[in-house]
């Protein structure tokens, strides 16, 4: 029963992993964040209050910064 809703998950999002960076907020979240970029000059207060952005998503940048690299 499990495999039911993975594999429409999938399917239906499935697409997108060859699709290029988005304009629409790829850019201030992810590639040009300065959280991102310059994560290990800040400190935790910074990481958590994400001023560059404008509200705090301190989980989200955590992610970012984990999946940066490999980009």
């Known amino acids: 029963m499990f495999f ?3 594999a429409l998950a999938l399917l239906v999002h499935g697409q997108i992993v060859g699709f290029p960076y988005s304009g629409f907020d790829d850019g201030m979240h992810y590639l040009t964040n300065p959280v991102v ?3 290990d000059q800040l400190s935790w207060l910074d ?9 705090p998503i301190p989980i ?3 992610s970012y910064y984990a999946v940066y690299p490999v980009s």
Do not use: D, N, R
Request: no cysteine.
């Open 4 to 6: 039911v809703p993975v």
């Open 37 to 39: 970029l310059e994560f």
């Open 47 to 55: 990481i958590f209050k994400t001023e560059s952005i404008g509200y």
């Open 60 to 62: 989200t940048v955590l």
